[in-house]
Structure formats: structure tokens, C-alpha cells
């Protein structure tokens, strides 16, 4: 079966019926390996395991898997994986989540899903999948080499070598080639096999007695001692990489020919005549009548109806709904004013009280309380195993957190610092945030990320914690990012955010600008002015939920973040020289209600957007473009935006981004009054401190 559609894809792409032909042909002995695991077992499948996934259905009843397959060849919305968005490999009924073809970007988890089966069982029972399931994972050799894959193996490993429950099985499909580069010979073996914390079995996919002796003994080791098990299958690759990959150009004839004497239908063809189950006759019966059978159904498939407008494209990028699961809070609030982070560390801790089922995960955020103390003592109330301290891999992290997401858990995952994310950023543009897109919404990864960034930290600077670049996080359909200024406000987007991942299944990033984490004082030292109380756990701040300050009408400027804070700054001076203002929180850099965003500044005159971020890809960008489309008049927007630079180190971090100063002299630029004219003092002079960022209309 696997085969043949191989074989017809071809045929129907060249028809125009078909898209995407990369193919199984060579890796059929995954068959065996799925026979040996219970359907139950969560599959995150290597995209030429199409014969895996056609096994398995025969182990569920009412499975139509040649149907289901022709119809995402020919991107039909009917096919019941994607409803037409891409060729995966999946299926809901045979807990098979669709993969894409991202390198090695379901290798981290797998991991997490494997992770979180142990986790399940100390919480008590509950999840996706039974208690006792054993998650799979297979890829290719050429993947093995990524640093994608690598990281997930060093990760599984690491937590099997300290005794942590991870039964998992990763299954390393070794055709010997990655498109046209070869795999040498042993590599994969070399590196495996003294692998600290796996097993390490192989076989001869070739072979489906072979492949199943070692399948059977992999899913044993994994499924009892609930450890992970690597199992190398040597296999071939036939017909190309992928599409009209040509082989001829960079293989020998001698290589070809070989390989196709290699093919394992010819070698299974063998076995089943050797034990005599069926003759010459009859396996080439079989051949033609799957071959004529698979050519009927395409027909068939290739007249159902496809996607054809962009609202049902977009249909499945939000994910469905489900109910709420969070407990009553019966405990006492501290309402003493605060700063961010221990306003923050208030409402964490009534989270996990009130969610158990949220797990919290990250680089030294338990015995330590993280690196600025904003998950202090969480570990000591809630146990290691949901206030869990990893290794130093954002990778690994973030994929921990997709694989308890599929797993029926809300992980909360700390990113130390912006510029961290962006060697691990395909884990929530590759994988997060597309699983319900390509799933037509039946699976989903809820999960809420806090990432310490953005610029202006007191006495520690440098480009690698202080970063200001989110437009890989704006960009990304689906993914929401909110981003306080305030401790009060902190509290209302953490809240929020875990009620969008606990009940909508959203992916949430929590923005959360370190320099505010423990500033208390507004306008001079001991004010404590930027502390606030503890709003308390019903307090949520919906997503496009603006703030506002003031209500002047001269001028309106529209910011967040650490902007919020310098224009608060800028608004004494402001004022005294008699310009009225209103200072506009976003809140939400993602799904911004523009028309909300329209009423607040519409009746000023003119209207200033302060962006810590860089120029180029930032929400100013966006902002003033969605006034300009209400009709606002393009001299009334002004911007003032950080430069297109890294942030560097020592005296000159804050050169490069927005100042109070840099505010204050826009501000008057826009409303048309000089510096000259309110202080008798030349532009050039009116300010000793840094006056920084860049501006255009």
C-alpha cells in the first residue's frame, strides 16, 4: 500500500492532482516496528513512515488509511488530518500528531511527551494517553545530525541518567543518505551506541522478522523500565529524496542498481515465500490489485473539494475551546505595594495552587527562584517535578513544553533571556504554534512562555541580555505576545495568559522587560511609585485590552513596556510646559485592536508612538500604519523607534534605544514648539543625559 501511493503520487503530481511526493518507498519495514506497539502509543513520525501509519490503522477499527492519504496528497479539505493544508503523516484516532518536514524540529517533544508520561503518573492519573504508553519518535540519519535532534537525545538521556521516568523509543531511520550527502558508515552506531542514559538496539529494516525482534524488544525496555531505547534502522532510499529530485545526479548506475536490489518488497517477497505463506503467483496478484485498488481511490480523491478561501485556510490557526480546570482561590492576597517580580511571584504561586495540572519549567528557576528571583520558593511548595530546573537548552525546553501540551498539561517555560529564544525559535514558529493549523484543530500544545527581555538594565548591559528584537515572535500566525509595564498589569497578562492556554489552547508569550522587574521608583529614588498592590487572582487583562494615563488631548503616545515607564518620565516636563497628553498602554504586541487603539488617541491632535524596539519589523510599524487606514492624517503620527543595532555593552547600552529625554523632544517637535521657545535653551543643550532612538513620520 505504502508503495503503490508512492508510486501514484507521482503519477497525480504530474496531473497537477498532487503536490508534495516525498515519499516512503525503502522505509517500509517501519511497519514492523509499528506492529509492535500498542496504537494508543503516541507516534511523532519521520515523513517517510507512511507504512507505519497504514499498520497501525489496522489495529483500530473503521480506519480508512488509503482514503485518508490520497486525500492530503491532493490537499483536499476532506483530508482528516489538515483538512487539506499539507501532506503530513497523522491521525487523531491513531494518536499519531502530524509532522511537518522541519528537520528534527518533533525530536524535542517527543521528549516532552515521553516526560510527561511519568509526570502524569506522580500527579495522579490523567493526560491524553494511558499511564503505561511509550512515545516513538522516528527521523531520518541525515536529521540524527542536527543539533535539533542532538539536543532532544542529550535531554532524554539526562533525565534517564538521574532517574527520571522517560519512556521513549527514537528510531533512527538510516537510509545511508541525506538528499545527496552520505551518512558514514557507522556513524550513526558510533555515536549511539555508548550513549549515556539509552539503549541502544538495531536491526535490518530490510527484514520485517529482524525489524520486529528488535521493535519487541525496544517497546519491552521502554514500556517496563520506562527508559529510553535507541533503535537503528538500517534501511534504503528509493526513487529520490523528494518530488523531482533526480538521483542520476549525484549516484553512481552501480549505486542505483544496488540499491534497488535492496528494495524491502523484493526482501519481505522472499520471506513470505520462504515460509511459505504466499507463492510467486499470488504476491504478484497482490502487487496489481493494490496497485489498481490505490489507483481507483485517487480517482475517487481527487474530486473532493479543496480549500479555496482564506477564511477557511485560517480556520484551524486559533484552536478550539475546551473547559476551564482551575480550583476556587480561598487564600489571602498581599496587597502591600510591589514591584513586577514579586507581584509576579504572588501570582505564579496562585496559579499552580489553583491549576494542578500547570508545570512550570526553565533554566535555574527552581533552587535558585530563577535569575532575577521571579520564581522563588515555587520549588519548595510544589515539588520538583512541577517547578522542574533544566538543562541549559532552549530547544529542549521549549520542546518539553509542546510534549506536555500534547499530554493534557499547561507548562509554563522560562526563556533567561530574549536573546536565548532565537537558536530555539523553529520549536514555537516550526512546531507551537502550526500543530493546530495542521491539525484542522484536533490536537493543540497550550502553553504560556516567559521570556526576560528588552533593554535599559541598571549596571548590565550587552547584546546577549539586553535584546529588543520580537518580530520573529509578531510574525508567527496564532502566537500571542503581551508584554507589561507595570506590576499590576503583570499580574492581569499572567493571569490571562494561563486562562488562554488552560481554556482556549492558545500559545502564549509573556514579554516581561527586566528592568522593571525590581524597579520601585518613578520619578526620583525612594518615591516607590512604580510599585503597585496585588490586584488578586480574578484580575485578567483581556488580549487588545488597552491602559491609559491621562487625558490630555494635545498629544497621545502610544506605547508599552519600559516605554510606558520613560514616557510616564517624560510627562512631568511635558505638562509643566503646558502640553496636555494621554499615555496608551498596547498591553498586547500580537492581535491588536486597532479600532480600540483608533478611539483612544482620535481626538488629539497629534499622536507619538515610543518604541523600545528596532526600527525595522516593529509594532510602531504597525500602528501607525492601522491609524493611517482609519483616516488619521499622516502628520499627526510620529514615531520614535530604537535604532537597527545590537545593544552593546557598559555606558553606552541605553545609546541606541528611546529616552525620556528623546521623548520629550519629540513630543514638542510634534506639537510644534521648540525647545528654544519653552526654555530658552538651543536643542542641542537641553538635556545632559542620554537622548537616544531614531524617528521618522
Avoid at 513512515?49 to 483536499?76: E, K
Avoid at 480546570?325 to 480561598?330: I, P, T
Avoid at 506536555?404 to 516550526?430: K, M, S, T, W
Wanted: hydrophobic fraction near 40%; glycine fraction near 10%; charge should be negative.
Amino acid at each position: 500500500m505504502s508503495r503503490h501511493l508512492d508510486l501514484h503520487a507521482r503519477r497525480l503530481q504530474a496531473r497537477g492532482e498532487a503536490f508534495y511526493t516525498i515519499g516512503s518507498a525503502g522505509h517500509e519495514g517501519n511497519a514492523a516496528i509499528a506492529r509492535a506497539f500498542r496504537p494508543t502509543d503516541p507516534a511523532f513520525l519521520h515523513y517517510r513512515d507512511a507504512a507505519f501509519l497504514i499498520q497501525r490503522s489496522r489495529q483500530v477499527p473503521g480506519q480508512t488509511p488509503l482514503w485518508d492519504l490520497l486525500l492530503s496528497f491532493a490537499a483536499s479539505a476532506d483530508d482528516p488530518i489538515s483538512g487539506g493544508r499539507h501532506k503530513v503523516l497523522g491521525s487523531k484516532a491513531l494518536h499519531i500528531p502530524p509532522q511537518t518536514s522541519t528537520i528534527a524540529s518533533h525530536l524535542p517533544k517527543a521528549m516532552g511527551a515521553a516526560y510527561g508520561l511519568g509526570l502524569w503518573r506522580r500527579l495522579g492519573g490523567g493526560g491524553e494517553w494511558p499511564a503505561d504508553s511509550v512515545a516513538i519518535c522516528s527521523f531520518g540519519d541525515a536529521s540524527f545530525n542536527h543539533s535539533t535532534a542532538q539536543g532532544a537525545l542529550n535531554a532524554a538521556g539526562w533525565a534517564a541518567y538521574q532517574g527520571s521516568p522517560m519512556p521513549l523509543v527514537m528510531v533512527c531511520e538510516d537510509n545511508g543518505i541525506g538528499i545527496s550527502t552520505l551518512t558514514p558508515d557507522g556513524w550513526i552506531e558510533a555515536s549511539m551506541r555508548a550513549r549515556p542514559g539509552f539503549h541502544y538496539l538495531s536491526c535490518d529494516g530490510l527484514d520485517l522478522l529482524d525489524t520486529w525482534r528488535a521493535a519487541r524488544e525496544a517497546e519491552r525496555i521502554a514500556r517496563s523500565r520506562k527508559q529510553p531505547v535507541f533503535l537503528h534502522m538500517r534501511c534504503v532510499r528509493l526513487f529520490g529524496h523528494a518530488g523531482s529530485d533526480a538521483q542520476q545526479a549525484y549516484m553512481t548506475p552501480q549505486r542505483i542498481k544496488a540499491d534497488e536490489a535492496r528494495d524491502p518488497l523484493l526482501v519481505s517477497a522472499g520471506l513470505l515465500q520462504r515460509h511459505g505463506v504466499l507463492d510467486k503467483r499470488q504476491i504478484g496478484e497482490l502487487y496489481r490489485a493494490v496497485g489498481e485498488r490505490v489507483a481507483r481511490v485517487a480517482e475517487e480523491a481527487i474530486l473532493r473539494p479543496r480549500l479555496e478561501t482564506a477564511a477557511q485556510v485560517m480556520a484551524s490557526i486559533v484552536p478550539p475551546l475546551r473547559p476551564g480546570r482551575q480550583r476556587l482561590w480561598e487564600g489571602d492576597v498581599d496587597t502591600s505595594p510591589g514591584p513586577m517580580a514579586k507581584l509576579l511571584n504572588q501570582s505564579l504561586h496562585r496559579l499552580m495552587s489553583r491549576h494542578p495540572h500547570l508545570v512550570m519549567a526553565g533554566e535555574d528557576i527552581g533552587r535558585k527562584g530563577g535569575v532575577y528571583g521571579v520564581t522563588q520558593k515555587l520549588q519548595a511548595q510544589f515539588g520538583p517535578h512541577r517547578v522542574i530546573d533544566t538543562l541549559l537548552d532552549e530547544q529542549s525546553i521549549l520542546g518539553l513544553g509542546i510534549g506536555l501540551g500534547h499530554n493534557g498539561l499547561v507548562p509554563i517555560l522560562e526563556i533567561q533571556f530574549l536573546a536565548y529564544l532565537h537558536n530555539a525559535e523553529d520549536q514555537l514558529r516550526g512546531e507551537a504554534a502550526t500543530l493546530s493549523f495542521f491539525s484542522n484543530g484536533q490536537y493543540t500544545n497550550p502553553m504560556v512562555v516567559r521570556i526576560a527581555g528588552l533593554g535599559y538594565q541598571k549596571g548590565f548591559g550587552g547584546h546577549f541580555h539586553n535584546d529588543n528584537a520580537i518580530a520573529v515572535l509578531r510574525d508567527i500566525p496564532g502566537l500571542l505576545v503581551a508584554c507589561p509595564s507595570n506590576a499590576a498589569d503583570a499580574v492581569g497578562l499572567m493571569q490571562e495568559a494561563v486562562r488562554l492556554a488552560d481554556e482556549e489552547q492558545r500559545v502564549v508569550v509573556m514579554l516581561e522587560p527586566i528592568a522593571l522587574y525590581h524597579n520601585r521608583d518613578l520619578h526620583e529614588e525612594g518615591d516607590q511609585k512604580w510599585c503597585f498592590a496585588d490586584p488578586g487572582p480574578e484580575h485578567r487583562l483581556g488580549v487588545g485590552e488597552l491602559g491609559a494615563w491621562g487625558e490630555g488631548r494635545d498629544l497621545a503616545i502610544l506605547t508599552y513596556g519600559n516605554g510606558v515607564y520613560l514616557s510616564r518620565h517624560a510627562a512631568v516636563r511635558l505638562e509643566a510646559e503646558g502640553i496636555a497628553l494621554r499615555i496608551i498602554d498596547l498591553r498586547w504586541l500580537t492581535a491588536i485592536d486597532h479600532d480600540a487603539v483608533h478611539r483612544h488617541v482620535a481626538e488629539c491632535e497629534q499622536v507619538l508612538v515610543v518604541d523600545e524596539c528596532r526600527r525595522s519589523g516593529s509594532v510602531s510599524e504597525e500602528l501607525i500604519t492601522g491609524l493611517v487606514e482609519r483616516g488619521m492624517e499622516s502628520h499627526c503620527l510620529h514615531r520614535l523607534t530604537a535604532e537597527d543595532s545590537f545593544i552593546p555593552l557598559g555606558r553606552a547600552a541605553t545609546v541606541t534605544l528611546p529616552s525620556a529625554d528623546a521623548i520629550v523632544e519629540r513630543a514638542r517637535r510634534a506639537v510644534g514648539r521648540s525647545v528654544s521657545a519653552v526654555s530658552g535653551v538651543p536643542a542641542a543643550a537641553s538635556s545632559g543625559k542620554v537622548s537616544a532612538g531614531s524617528d521618522s513620520e
